[in-house]
């Protein structure tokens, strides 16, 4: 009979973040800011067929970043787990505070139980009524939960986005002032020339404040550049 | 882990008791009525009267029938009530789950079809008397026309020309429609003439009901172009009326179709 290795525990979950974070840090990040128009989510992402943002429900918007079959079996899982809510109750009781707390669930379960942990942040975010209404949850790769506010930014060099969108996000903010500044931060970190980071790299969905039932809304490239170049 | 877009696949291996009523004594179903769909060059209007009955009995004088689908499209049901609602109610989240998942709608073939598998979810209890028969009204991008699709108790899908009617005013509108139709691009001729239709099967048909002025409970009506989905507001809707009401005084049987 062989006997397994002895790895002790502080060790093996030390060994399993090292691995999820290294596979994080490779992939472009995503910024997710609250506007007085809304939420507005923006990523660094040049495919236009693999998104990184996504609906989930009539307030309430998806964006991961990591590996894409990972992050994208959680967003087929939170829209089966938010439309068998609303079809079940109401829609009003869909939540993202449910959908947060199942994320969690699922994420750490996978790091602590399964053969390797999953290499995804994600941000579930909710429009309220106002801005003091809105919510938003990261959630990392051991299924640790956070409550942000403001702005929240996930992937490779959060950490360094998230100064800079620091210095220049205000909550009185329309979405082109928000999505400029989300912009330049999602630049800052970027080696390559920054004329290039136009409009066809970006990904942007807003959730809009001033519309009922589904609010969320994928914009064009159009749309982009529009709101880019209005001050 | 399956990648299928259905919700309606979804729930159904999930939670499927979900799905199933079971009721005894079918004349104390509540069932609704007339639906007509009448397309016009580049869209099509949907309207449907606003009476429940259970039995002899008016079970309700202003339940609604007609509903948006999706963005895009409008369905009406006839037939016993709370099938019919419930099977509305899956069948938009169905179109929006796949939207969502997919990240683009299904094409208008594709969500006729949708409800094709619906209904046929349902054939058990349909056969018990409780059935559920809807009428599909959506806008074609692609032919920047409307559509209009009915349906049977299997789930047979046939695709209509120009208008239908479904419910048990159905025939009297449809023989009025017959008069009155003409392939135009005026939404507001087809609002009046699906208007016409309903006040006609209304007076046919006991189980439909025709305007009530005195409470202003008037026919939902619904329009579905390349703007999207679109109810009628009450006060364009009582505008028409009081035309149509007016040309009834006249002549109770309503306009004399033009011959030629």
Redesign the interface.
């Known amino acids: 009979m062989s006997v397994p290795f002895y790895v002790s525990p502080e060790q093996l979950t030390r060994d399993r973040a090292d691995f999820a974070r290294k596979g994080i840090s490779r992939g472009r990040s995503v910024v997710v800011s609250q506007s007085s128009e809304g939420i507005l989510l923006v990523a660094d992402n040049p495919s236009k067929a693999l998104h990184k943002i996504s609906e989930i429900y009539d307030r309430i918007a998806f964006a991961a970043v990591g590996k894409y079959n990972e992050f994208e079996n959680l967003r087929v899982s939170g829209i089966r787990f938010s439309d068998m809510r609303g079809f079940s109750y109401d829609r009003s009781d869909v939540s993202a505070r449910s959908l947060a707390n199942a994320y969690a669930q699922t994420m750490g379960t996978a790091f602590t139980d399964a053969l390797k942990p999953l290499e995804v942040e994600l941000v579930v975010a909710q429009l309220g009524q106002k801005l003091a209404d809105d919510e938003i949850y990261k959630l990392t790769f051991d299924g640790s939960l956070a409550d942000e506010h403001g702005y929240v930014a996930i992937g490779g060099q959060a950490d360094e986005i998230s100064q800079v969108m620091g210095q220049s996000w205000k909550s009185t903010m329309s979405f082109s002032k928000v999505l400029k500044a989300s912009v330049e931060a999602l630049g800052s970190q970027n080696n390559q020339d920054q004329q290039n980071f136009d409009a066809l790299r970006l990904e942007v969905a807003i959730l809009d404040r001033n519309k009922s039932g589904r609010t969320f809304r994928r914009l064009t490239v159009q749309q982009i550049d529009t709101l880019l170049k209005t001050s | 882990?399956d990648?299928s877009s259905s919700?309606y696949e979804?729930?159904r291996q999930?939670?499927g008791e979900?799905l199933a009523f079971k009721k005894d004594g079918t004349d104390q179903i509540i069932h609704g009525t007339t639906i007509v769909a009448v397309a016009f060059t580049g869209g099509v209007v949907m309207a449907g009267d606003r009476r429940a009955t259970m039995g002899n009995y008016v079970a309700q004088n202003d339940i609604e029938k007609v509903f948006p689908a999706d963005d895009f499209s409008a369905i009406g049901i006839a037939g016993s009530a709370g099938i019919a609602i419930e099977l509305v109610?899956?069948f938009q989240?169905e179109l929006?789950?796949y939207e969502?998942?997919e990240?683009m709608p299904l094409s208008v073939e594709g969500k006729a079809n949708r409800l094709s598998v619906l209904l046929r979810g349902n054939l058990g209890l349909a056969m018990e008397g409780l059935a559920a028969l809807p009428l599909y009204a959506a806008y074609d991008k692609n032919r920047n026309s409307g559509r209009v699709f009915s349906y049977d108790i299997t789930g047979g899908r046939y695709e209509e020309h120009d208008y239908f009617a479904v419910g048990s005013g159905s025939l009297f509108a449809r023989a009025s429609l017959k008069k009155m139709f003409e392939p135009i691009e005026d939404s507001n001729f087809a609002i009046q003439i699906a208007l016409e239709a309903i006040y006609d099967a209304a007076e046919e048909d006991s189980a439909t009901a025709g305007p009530d002025m005195a409470r202003n409970i008037y026919p939902v009506v619904v329009k579905v172009d390349s703007q999207g989905f679109e109810k009628i507001s009450q006060e364009a809707l009582a505008n028409i009326l009081t035309k149509i009401l007016k040309g009834r005084k006249n002549r109770p049987d309503g306009p004399i179709a033009r011959h030629s």
């Open positions: 882990m990648f919700f979804h729930l999930t939670q979900r109610k899956l989240v929006e789950h969502k998942i990240g």
